[in-house]
């Protein structure tokens, strides 16, 4: 029963990383209707960005000061590189067959990853505990102050995503959007202002998850941004792309089904499978789920593009 | 370049330059090395995986991002059937086949291709209801599945050696003709590559013969309709659960003959050559060149096989300008990376597109372009 409890804890610990991420794709799908495949490695970035930044400042400064001021600058390099990578790589094929931005987003990926080996070099990369490594007990599980924070922060911003997003103009805007362009643009909306805040605002969210998952692992490299990146596509697709609800829905899903999957696979299979095969459970769910309901979880609309 | 307004005779000449061509490529490239011959071959190998994925995403518009497991199936199926790997994990394969495993060629490439295929309506009939990105996801979903188990099948029941690979496979030999060793032909010696670009030619050749008489079949024309339109395709009677499942099953197969081929070319395999990268690089390959159109796809791959391997060659200096601080490898990926940019900016068709390709969607596109997110795949 321990085991189980802990396993919940680390599942909605990163089940709510990849949530964070989840959100970034799932609202750039909402808008224009496109996989981005370089959210991963605007994840990557900064992470990297906020390493680079502790490294310089970490003397100077209090702990949790140094990551605050980490976190604030990785999210806006972050924003930056996202904004300029909509401008370059996806505004000029608004209105291109569907596969063309796609394959510009795979393109950015690569490109990224190889930017960021040039500037970081390709070794693995150790990233500093501020926080205590002191685990809490908890109940016969324990949770380190890391994942508090991680539970935290994300449980903050999920309450200010909602808030924009159903509480303000921009918000207001995005819906607008996300729903009809044309529609919205006779409004007086500006399509292409809400496309840019959307990255902006998507990109926010990756650095911050990048942080959370450097800090809970401990270490940054170049091909980081991958595995997240993947996961967290999956679970915006599981939630229902578009659906922003849906996209913390299926983040903590995934993290509970992979986490508590790895925790007793080994045992229900005699262990014939072991707990590599973690990322099979994650997309037999997939398969499973939109066998039975082909636009995910809490999806409305059927999914006609493409 | 439009290949239908040329002349009969015109055609006729370019075809026989080509075809020329195309034949003295090897024996030319030999003469800077075997290498150059070895990236002619993988070239071919990559076009012939591209026509596979261009059956599904060309013609019948269904988005696979897990392409690459059908390769890994091919290759697998025939890198157990034909090297000593079974019989030395299992008695009972020691019983039987004392020397190892190896089977006939009629035997392992067949079945490579017809257990690919079975994959592939695996993978079809889950996802017949699916559409556009959610196919996406799950075909991705797919590749990582068989992936996994190619790195995992290792114990406790020894079958694909997880990631050291099976070695020691069998290479191409029929009727006593091995492909695996230098052969004299009138005083002139032919290496086992130079041999093994004559056969994944003469295999492309018989698959664009093939992917051509499908694309102007009823079968085709169905996938096109699919593609297009589903809804309307069904309502016009096609039965789009067949059909699509069709195409799935066709390319699958064309990725399972390609993989057996890699493996006996190769003589090796492991995991670490199905990974989902190999599978966005193939889509690339199809977009780039131009999809749904054949010489846009073959173009499409021999430049994305071939040019990062080129490239290595060119980046020694480079490497050695810049202090060592650009690997080659590093420097291959950047300029592959700038390349599907910069060709999607330029050109968003495709560097070949076809001309007749998604005419449909632009016309609808013309009259609701405020929800036309760009026209289908």
């Not at chain 1, 949790?64 to 930056?80: F, G, K, Q, R, T």
């Not at chain 1, 994300?154 to 729903?179: D, F, P, Q, S, Y």
Request: aromatic fraction near 10%; include cysteine.
């Amino acid at each position: 029963m321990d085991i189980f409890f802990q396993q919940i804890i680390n599942g909605l610990v990163l089940g709510s990383m990849y949530a964070l991420v989840a959100l970034g794709y799932t609202m750039v799908y909402g808008i224009i209707g496109l996989i981005n495949f370089a959210h991963g490695e605007v994840l990557m970035v900064g992470a990297l960005v906020s390493w680079t930044v502790i490294g310089f400042i970490q003397p100077l400064l209090p702990p949790w000061l140094v990551l605050l001021v980490a976190l604030v600058v990785a999210c806006l390099v972050a924003a930056a590189l996202n904004y300029t990578i909509e401008r370059v790589a996806y505004r000029p094929l608004r209105n291109s067959p569907r596969l063309a931005p796609l394959i510009t987003a795979i393109g950015m990926s690569i490109l990224l990853q190889t930017l960021a080996m040039i500037i970081w070099k390709p070794n693995y990369k150790s990233y500093p505990t501020l926080l205590p490594s002191e685990p809490i007990s908890l109940g016969g599980a324990s949770i380190t102050p890391t994942q508090i924070m991680i539970l935290v922060v994300t449980a903050l911003t999920l309450a200010g995503l909602m808030w924009l997003v159903h509480g303000t103009k921009l918000g207001r805007a995005m819906r607008a959007t996300a729903e009809n362009q044309r529609v919205a643009a006779l409004m007086g909306v500006k399509p292409n202002n809400v496309i840019s805040a959307t990255f902006v605002i998507g990109a926010m969210l990756a650095a911050l998850a990048g942080v959370m998952w450097a800090s809970n692992y401990g270490t940054v490299q170049h091909a980081m941004g991958f595995i997240p990146g993947i996961k967290a596509f999956t679970a915006a697709v599981l939630g229902g792309i578009g659906n922003l609800a849906g996209a913390v829905v299926g983040g903590i899903l995934l993290g509970l089904i992979e986490s508590i999957g790895a925790g007793y696979i080994g045992d229900l299979t005699g262990g014939v499978l072991g707990s590599h095969y973690v990322d099979i459970f994650a997309f037999a769910v997939l398969i499973v789920v939109l066998t039975l309901r082909p636009s995910g979880l809490l999806g409305e609309r059927i999914a006609d593009r493409a | 370049m439009n290949f239908s307004q040329m002349t009969t005779r015109q055609r006729l000449l370019g075809i026989l330059l080509a075809a020329v061509g195309l034949l003295v490529l090897p024996i030319l490239l030999q003469g800077f090395g075997s290498a150059w011959v070895r990236i002619a071959d993988m070239a071919l190998l990559f076009v012939l995986l591209a026509l596979g994925l261009n059956i599904v995403v060309g013609y019948a518009g269904l988005l696979d991002l897990g392409f690459v497991a059908f390769f890994a199936v091919g290759a697998y199926m025939f890198g157990l059937l034909a090297s000593p790997h079974l019989s030395d994990s299992f008695p009972a394969f020691a019983a039987m086949f004392p020397n190892g495993v190896h089977m006939p060629l009629w035997v392992a490439i067949p079945l490579g291709a017809a257990i690919a295929g079975i994959f592939g309506i695996l993978l079809g009939a889950p996802t017949l209801k699916l559409r556009g990105d959610y196919l996406a996801i799950v075909t991705l979903g797919f590749g990582e599945i068989i992936r996994v188990f190619m790195n995992n099948l290792d114990h406790p029941y020894n079958i694909t050696n997880g990631p050291k690979g099976i070695s020691q496979i069998d290479p191409i030999h029929f009727f006593g003709f091995s492909l695996g060793q230098r052969w004299d032909f009138f005083g002139y010696t032919v290496t086992p590559v130079v041999m093994y670009y004559y056969l994944f030619l003469a295999l492309v050749l018989v698959s664009v013969v093939i992917c051509h008489r499908l694309e102007l079949s009823r079968i085709g024309r169905a996938w096109m309709a699919i593609r297009e339109d589903e809804t309307a395709a069904k309502a016009m009677g096609i039965n789009t659960r067949n059909m699509k499942l069709l195409a799935f099953a066709m390319g699958a197969t064309f990725g399972g003959v390609s993989g057996a081929m890699f493996a006996a070319f190769q003589g090796f395999i492991s995991p670490e050559s199905f990974s989902l990268m190999e599978s966005i690089m193939i889509v690339a390959m199809v977009v780039l060149g131009g999809i749904g159109h054949l010489p846009g796809v073959v173009l499409g791959a021999v430049l994305l096989a071939s040019l990062p391997e080129m490239l290595r060659y060119v980046a020694g200096p480079l490497q050695a300008i810049t202090d060592g601080r650009l690997d080659s490898s590093i420097l291959r990926q950047l300029l592959i990376a700038l390349a599907m940019i910069i060709i999607m900016l330029l050109r968003p068709r495709g560097l070949w597109p076809s001309p007749e390709h998604g005419k449909s969607r632009k016309t609808a596109e013309g009259k609701n372009k405020a929800s036309a997110q760009g026209s289908a795949a």
